[in-house]
């Protein structure tokens, strides 16, 4: 609530965030930015992303585990457990497994928003407090081995990433996309395009179609909750290999 904008227009909520984060990666600070709910609701998944940043997680080798293509059933309990952005939609659902524990999950789709990539790279996580050296590699090539893609493209929340692991899979930063935003209600956050003006009339109590999409939102109750942005990353077949 003491994050988010309290009048419409708030052009300083808007900002707020990443004028954090900015000032914390100049002077060579790891930040993270957490939402309350996150706090609430997802914990331990905060706690092992802290500990790992911390080198606190306990380590095993990729080079020990196998790769191996899981259903999406089993895909999305592993990201809902360990993922702080919880499970997706997706076409390809890899595995890392150490013996029968299934250690690592990655994920692939169709882009979601730029059409001139051939794949996005959607998740990639451990199992919580555990750090698997090499895992994110493997995985990445065993995608690039069984689906011969010419391009990939995946986002690094600014809230929590510096795009680290991308730039040692071989991945390039082509763009720095501004705050996006969220819709803070009684129930907590929600996204911004469940709130398309065109949807709202049969979402809100109260809907006036004279009024913006923010207008209205803010006649229900509802405010904005600004986040960093994110980091754009793309690989290409001819930047590596």
């Known amino acids: 609530y003491f994050h988010s904008t309290n009048k419409i227009g ?13 000032a914390a990666e100049n002077s060579q600070i790891k930040l993270f930015q957490i939402w309350e709910s996150e706090w609430r609701d997802k914990r331990e998944i905060v706690k092992s992303r802290i500990a790992h940043a911390l080198g606190k997680s306990s380590k095993i080798f990729a080079r020990k585990c196998t790769v191996k293509s899981i259903d999406s059933r089993t895909a999305k309990d592993f990201l809902n457990t360990n993922h702080i952005q919880g499970e997706c939609v997706a076409s390809v659902n890899l ?18 928003f730029l059409k001139t990539v051939q794949w996005e790279l959607l998740r990639y996580c451990t199992s919580q407090f555990i750090s698997v050296v090499g895992g994110a590699a493997k995985l990445l090539s065993y995608f690039k081995r069984q689906y011969l ?12 990433s510096q795009g680290d692991l991308y730039k040692k899979l071989g991945f390039t930063l082509t763009r720095v996309s501004p705050p996006g935003y969220y ?4 129930v907590g956050l929600e ?5 398309q003006k065109h949807k709202l009339e049969k979402l809100l ?14 006649l229900n109750g509802y405010r904005k909750l600004w986040d960093c942005g994110n980091l754009v990353f793309t690989w290409r077949n001819s930047d590596t290999e």
């Open 10 to 22: 708030d052009s300083k909520a808007k900002f707020r965030h990443i004028t954090k984060q900015d």
């Open 95 to 112: 595995g890392l497994f150490l013996d029968s524990s299934l250690v690592a999950v990655m994920t692939f789709g169709k882009p979601r």
């Open 149 to 160: 893609p010419e391009s990939i493209i995946s986002y690094a929340d600014r809230r929590w």
């Open 183 to 186: 819709y803070f209600g009684n």
């Open 191 to 195: 996204h911004r395009l469940k709130f």
């Open 205 to 218: 109590p109260q809907f006036d179609k004279n009024k913006t999409e923010e207008d209205n939102m803010f």
